[in-house]
């Protein structure tokens, strides 16, 4: 990234407008439902966190530069103009207040889809220097090393060691024609390595054909969460070439619902063409597979459970039955939260608020709209299938002194697996 | 009486004129500046198609979620009322189809003019009240611009010559009725230019993010 400036700030917030923005910047009606719609604004009341206001530098753009009452303003020398000082203070309303939840994308009356342009305008806040460090560092480091957090494959190697000694089984590793290959983000691999445990017990189980990727094995995407089409499109490609080596028809992303989405969704449109290969999230990996019976469990956790739905797997794109089906078969006593799936409420940690130190009071703060819903339904564990979210809530019931430990599914599933009968 | 005479055919004939033209040109030109920035290509692939989910989030967002509705009750049903009786009395009152059949040669069923009037009333008071609220409540307060009140008082001033009008509260009736129309033909030519687009672009809006979200798997 060399020389950024207001100049190519500008540039990019222009090269970021199209049809849908424009449609949804001339229906706003400035009624304000947004904010309700919006963990940041909500947990803090302060009116500056509107979502609608937080567009404001991409919508002055749209105004001054592709309408004509703002070309009109401008002959007139009345335009207002998006400044540096502006920009620089938009840069916590659009990093570190957002988390890219989508929640009011739902919610806007006229239809705004107001996640969409917050995703955009961060394509302009990186152009013109106004970024947060924690997320600069976060892509430099993902752009030199491979992981958003610096780690590297010789810690994963350590890991493999450790499930392999565990299971006795083999983690597979660079298997060409292997029908899986999995992708981990650093997050699970550092803070929750039962993860790569219990994938190596479901897979043995069902029969799945896997395999890691020595050449790439993150697929979290820091380009992304920072807005950087480049860097963002440079990550994807290394995913990409990774399966094409291995010659793998399916890619699962992390569970990570941000990985998920930005391999899913945003991958093909940065690299500008269609995968050869096809992206399951985890879940719904685990979901087809226990709908074609080859996952067989025996007894059941007793204790009240509920769900987190991470933003980006169910609101952001539509998984949300399988891990309720998926509950269902190891969980006597589910229930869940009172708004839930498309319109769950987010833990506050995504969309780089999470990699955003600065960000950390008001990631607590957007917590308690989480705190007060898992409050409502009172369980004893909760369940989620996210690194980050995971984490967000283990430190938000701790900062809280809530004593709810927090599970993931895909761990919860390998511990009820049927034992293979030995010799069979 | 006869310059109130004359005020009345000029807000009919020639000014009437003008602002249809604008309001028409003006909305054409806005479609245009709309849809010739285009939406680059999506190659993900999708869930489900773009269309169905499209049309049906047009419908859909009329009504709010559950929670939303908990959450700002007034703002959603004070919105839906004067939504309502605005489009009431402009649809279905008799001298409005009238109008509409010596402009087009249709014309369809009104209701009552007592319940015209009723719903007139009562679409003045919930327009006074969105003005408190805006004026009141911090998110509103923050994100409100000059356009929200010019817009909130071209609204009001349409609905409220239209109720003088009917109850012939302003003399003589010929300025009366001639404000009313001067009203609505300013509502006309500052549509395409202000948040007011929104009763055509809103089904746009809704039908791009009912299109996005729905290729990947949900009814947004
Ligand atoms: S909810 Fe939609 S229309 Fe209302 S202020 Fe927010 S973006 Fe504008
Ligand atoms: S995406 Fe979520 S966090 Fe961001 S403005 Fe919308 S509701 Fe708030």
Redesign the interface.
């Known amino acids: 990234m060399s020389e950024l400036t207001l100049e190519r700030g500008l540039a990019a917030f222009r090269a970021e ?8 910047f ?8 947004c ?3 919006c963990p940041f ?2 947990e803090t ?1 302060d ?2 966190y ?1 979502p ?2 937080k567009l404001e530098p991409l919508r002055l753009i749209w105004e001054n530069e ?4 703002g070309k009109l303003k401008g002959l007139l020398g009345l335009q207002r103009k998006v400044t540096d000082a502006m920009l620089a203070e938009w840069e916590e309303l659009l990093y570190d207040s957002c988390s890219m939840c989508g929640r009011c ?9 107001l996640a ?1 342009m917050i995703r955009k305008s961060r394509e302009g806040m990186v152009q013109s220097g106004h970024a947060p460090e924690g997320l600069i560092s976060a892509s430099v480091r993902a752009i030199k090393t491979g992981s958003p957090m610096g780690l590297q494959w010789k810690t994963l190697a350590v890991q493999i060691k450790h499930v392999e000694d565990s299971t006795g089984l083999k983690v597979p590793v660079d298997q060409v024609g292997a029908d899986y290959l999995v992708m981990l983000s650093s997050m699970e691999v550092i803070n929750f390595p039962e993860y790569l445990e219990a994938i190596t017990k479901i897979f043995d189980h069902a029969g799945v054909t896997w395999t890691l990727s020595t050449q790439c094995f993150e697929a979290t995407n820091a380009g992304i969460q920072i807005g950087n089409k480049d860097i963002a499109a440079q990550l994807v490609e290394r995913v990409v070439a990774a399966a094409e080596t291995l010659k793998a028809p399916n890619v699962i992303s992390p569970e990570c619902g941000h990985a998920f989405t930005a391999i ?6 940065l690299i ?4 050869p290969f ?2 399951f999230h985890i879940i719904e990996v685990l979901e087809e597979l226990r709908v074609a019976g080859r996952i067989k469990t025996e007894g059941k956790e007793m204790d009240r459970l509920s769900l987190h739905d991470p933003c980006n797997l ?7 039955q399988q891990q309720r089906n998926l509950m269902d078969l190891v969980a006597d006593n589910f229930v869940d939260l009172k ?1 839930h799936g ?2 769950q409420w987010c833990c506050g940690a995504g969309g780089g608020v999470s990699s955003n130190e600065r960000a950390e009071p008001l990631k607590m703060a957007a917590f308690k709209r989480k705190k007060a819903q898992i409050e409502e339904v009172a369980p004893e564990r909760m369940v989620t299938m996210c690194a980050t979210c995971r984490t967000q809530l283990e430190e938000g019931l701790e900062e809280f002194n809530m004593d709810i430990p927090v599970v993931g599914l895909t761990e919860m599933i390998a511990d009820h697996l049927v034992e293979k009968e030995t010799g069979s | 009486m006869s310059g109130s005479m004359e005020f009345l055919l000029w807000t009919k004939g020639p000014m009437f004129d003008i602002a249809m033209v604008i309001f028409a040109i003006g909305l054409l ?2 479609l245009a ?13 999708p ?1 489900a198609g773009e269309w169905p989910a499209g049309l049906r ?2 419908l859909t ?2 009504v ?2 559950r ?2 509705f908990e ?2 009750p007034f ?2 049903v004070v ?1 839906w009322i004067w939504h309502l009786g605005f489009l009431a009395a402009l649809l279905l009152f008799v001298p409005h189809i009238e109008l509409a059949k010596g402009l087009f040669g249709i014309s369809w069923p009104a209701l009552p003019n007592p319940v015209v009037d009723f719903l007139t009333a009562i679409t003045l008071l919930s327009l006074v009240a969105t003005l408190v609220h ?1 004026l009141n ?9 000059i356009e ?1 009140y010019l817009v909130w008082t071209v609204v009001f001033m349409v609905v409220l010559t239209g109720y003088l009008a009917y109850h012939r509260m302003v003399n003589p009736y010929p300025l009366a009725l001639g404000m009313h129309i001067l009203s609505a033909e300013i509502l006309l030519i500052l549509l395409p ?1 202000t ?1 007011l ?2 009763i055509l ?10 299109a ?2 729905g290729r ?5």
Not at chain 1, 66 to 69: A, G, N, P, V, Y
Not at chain 1, 272 to 275: I, N, P, S
Not at chain 2, 137 to 145: D, E, L
């Open positions: 407008i199209d049809a849908p923005t424009a449609a949804f001339s229906s706003c009606v400035h009624c304000g439902i904010a309700q719609s604004y909500l009341g009116p500056k509107t609608i206001l592709f309408t004509l009452l994308s739902m919610v806007c009356p006229v239809g705004n889809d969409y899913r969704w945003e991958g093909p449109n500008g063409r269609a995968y096809r992206v169910a609101r952001k794109s539509g998984v949300i708004e498309k319109y | 030109a806005r500046e709309i849809f010739l920035l285009g939406r680059a290509r999506n190659y993900a692939e869930r989030t047009m967002r009329t709010a979620d929670g939303t959450r700002a703002n959603v919105g805006r409540h911090p998110v509103k307060r923050r994100i409100s611009t929200d230019f948040k687009t929104h672009t809103a089904f746009i809006a809704r039908w791009y993010n009912g996005a979200f990947k798997g949900v009814q947004s």
